[in-house]
């Protein structure tokens, strides 16, 4: 069982910031790792990728709002997350690219 544990979400208003912590397992900590966000009735979608050497790629909705990082000595990825819209509204996970197996994530809401 891979043991990848996503925090930090809640509830933030339009325009707000939040910073979610991920853990992976040290089998993960030679791979570039991602964040994802599945919204209800949605597929779940990729947002950032981070290679070992901290190297960042976004897509283009979350260019400029979100940042990813990584501390490969602690097993950690991060998302700091600004300017958030309700549409971010999603769970968001996070894991290597091509991972199969999933944590629970972590329920973002943005609203008033």
């Known amino acids: 069982q891979v043991h990848i544990v996503e925090s930090g979400g809640g509830l933030a208003p339009p325009g707000g910031s939040l910073r979610l912590p991920c853990e992976y397992p040290t089998d993960f900590r030679g791979l570039a790792m991602a964040w994802f966000r599945q919204a209800p009735g949605k597929e779940r979608e990729l947002l950032a990728t981070?290679?070992?050497?901290?190297?960042?790629n976004y897509v283009s909705r979350v260019k400029g709002r979100f940042t990813i990082s990584r501390d490969n000595t602690k097993n950690m990825v991060f998302l700091q997350m600004n300017d958030l819209r309700p549409e971010d509204t999603a769970v968001y996970y996070c894991n290597k690219l091509q991972g199969t197996t999933w944590g629970q994530g972590t329920q973002v809401t943005v609203s008033t």
């Open positions: 981070v290679t070992l050497g901290g190297t960042p």
